[in-house]
């Protein structure tokens, strides 16, 4: 809320006290704590999670194991519709990482840049091109009715909310930059996230032009195999592991007590990264697996992910052993990278590939989502708790223990005879990372219906505090104190800044010992849960 907004409120009826709070706002140029901004950053995050939860749960998982039914039942690596799997992957790749990696970028970038984002529109606009582009996108794919538009349009919209996407992030007010220059980022993490950021927009070009080609060429929604192999590389190697590793910079050095990361390896490491990216235009596929693997191996150096901790990790109100989790992502990821090179030198392995794959998506990205985002999203929303540790421990064990079973199997069954009776394990697999999915989606979303929690203590509740944080930060506690008496407050929309809760009680005749009474109560009954407990799960 600007105070040019806040001056609408001003109307010759109001009293003189809220007159003069407005006049004082107008006048004053302090720049105020508003909570609002954070509010409404933390709604639009929401958004983004509860749009990559759907993604992730039905266009996702849900078709990914339908998928995997239909290859066992006719014992056949090509038993399942080709254009199913495609959506499948781009749902999950796009759709449910892509929408929490954007929303994670809108709600923490601009922190991290020394700014703070006050108008939402733009944030709103790339939320339902996103959300809209990648839905089309596995449409076109499942239901093959007009589909040569859905593919080209979907690409337009993903590459649409991407360009507005950046002009948010790269564009900060103008006083900022008059007051901090431009300077070229000397961490990783920000290089790191430089070069996603660009391989996404690479990743979404190379979308569009395929989507373009195939909807003038071919009479099926599916991608050529070596184009779809291309574009998953840009969107693994070029988007979302850069990112990944960017953000375990910042969090997971945090969460797990890691010294720093090597910096300096931003210099090779970078580089190292597009090379992986545009080795794949070369259709050479086994130089880009080697090349992964040595950037792979490297990056896990300087990250310092297997280092002894130099502190203790942050283990309040979250399940205990999530950093072993962590670090078991990144064993993965090591195991996706060395298992694509030995399917390049063994290819009558032929399960060796879909192996890897499974290892890098489900091991290493999955598994890095399910460990941090339940110790990240909560504070992020509005400083909310996790619903349930025990559920976030269930669905980090399940999630483990089916991806090692059918990244173990898989290549046995692919190249095996098909009455073999490795067939029959994959489809449990697949059920068992279907029910850790879920049960990571349910939590999330328990999660996100709390309301947030007060944190401030009822006792600490001060008649000099603002009106105007109390019903910015808790909007429920504007009905209360208008219930209290607090009439003029039902006649505006935004009070002034500048108005002490004593002050308005004044105005409009109110006990202050009143409100502050109704107020206690309201703060004790929104306590955090968890708070005080001393046993969570894996303590």
């Known amino acids: ?86 959506a499948h992957g781009q749902a999950q790749v796009l759709g449910w990482v ?117 909807s003038l060429t071919r009479s099926l929604p599916v991608y050529p195999a070596h184009l779809d192999h291309l574009l998953l590389i840009a969107e693994l190697w070029g988007f979302v592991v850069p990112l990944a590793w960017g953000y375990s910079t910042r969090f997971v050095t945090i969460f797990l007590g890691l010294d720093p990361p090597d910096h300096h390896a931003a210099r090779w490491l970078c580089p190292a990264i597009v090379l992986v990216v545009l080795s794949a235009f070369t259709f050479r596929f086994w130089i880009t697996d080697i090349l992964a693997l040595a950037t792979t191996l490297a990056a896990v150096h300087a990250l310092r992910i297997f280092h002894p901790p130099a502190r203790p990790a942050k283990l309040l109100y979250i399940y205990q052993r999530y950093p072993l989790f962590i670090r078991i992502s990144f064993g993965w990821l090591v195991a996706a990278v060395t298992l694509a090179v030995v399917a390049d030198a063994v290819p009558r392995i032929t399960g060796l590939g879909g192996a890897s794959r499974h290892a890098l998506t489900v091991g290493f990205i999955a598994t890095l989502i399910f460990a941090l985002a339940p110790r990240m999203l909560p504070a992020f929303l509005g400083g909310r708790e996790l619903y349930s540790p025990r559920l976030m421990a269930t669905s980090l064990w399940l999630l483990t223990g089916g991806c090692l079973m059918r990244v173990s199997c898989e290549a046995i069954a692919y190249t095996s005879l098909p009455g073999a009776t490795v067939w029959s394990i994959l489809p449990v697999s697949a059920f068992i990372e279907l029910s850790a999915v879920l049960v990571f989606a349910t939590n999330m979303a328990l999660t996100l219906r709390q309301a947030p929690p007060a944190w401030l203590e009822p006792d600490s509740v001060s008649a000099e505090l603002p009106l105007y944080w109390f019903v910015t930060s808790f909007p429920r506690t504007r009905g209360l104190l208008i219930e209290a008496g607090l009439t003029t407050l039902a006649r505006v929309k935004d009070p002034p800044r500048t108005l002490s809760l004593r002050a308005a009680a004044a105005v409009d005749g109110v006990e202050i010992d009143q409100l502050l009474q109704i107020l206690s109560q309201f703060f004790a009954s929104r306590r955090p849960r968890l708070r005080g407990r001393q046993t969570l799960v894996g303590s």
């Open 98 to 214: 892509g929408s929490f990696i954007l929303g994670i970028s809108l709600y923490v970038l601009p922190k991290f840049r020394g700014w703070t984002l006050k108008k939402f529109g733009a944030v709103w606009a790339v939320w339902a091109l996103w959300t809209a582009g990648v839905a089309w996108r596995w449409w076109a794919g499942v239901r093959p009715v007009e589909w040569r538009m859905g593919l080209v349009a979907s690409a337009l919209l993903e590459l649409a909310a991407y360009a507005l996407a950046q002009r948010i992030l790269l564009f900060s007010p103008s006083e900022k930059r008059k007051n901090s220059g431009r300077h070229a980022p000397s961490d990783l993490g920000s290089w790191l996230g430089i070069v996603g950021f660009a391989g996404l927009g690479l990743a979404l070009a190379i979308n569009l032009g395929i989507a373009i080609d195939v």
């Open 1 to 86: 809320m600007t105070l040019t907004k806040t001056a609408t409120n001003v109307t010759s009826e109001l009293p003189a006290g809220w007159k003069n709070a407005y006049e004082r706002d107008r006048s004053d140029g302090a720049d105020y704590a508003d909570p609002a901004p954070e509010r409404q950053a933390a709604r639009a995050l929401t958004a983004f999670i509860a749009g990559g939860l759907a993604f992730l749960a039905f266009p996702g998982t849900i078709l990914g194991v339908w998928n995997l039914i239909e290859i066992t039942s006719r014992r056949s690596a090509g038993g399942a519709s080709t254009a199913w799997i495609q």
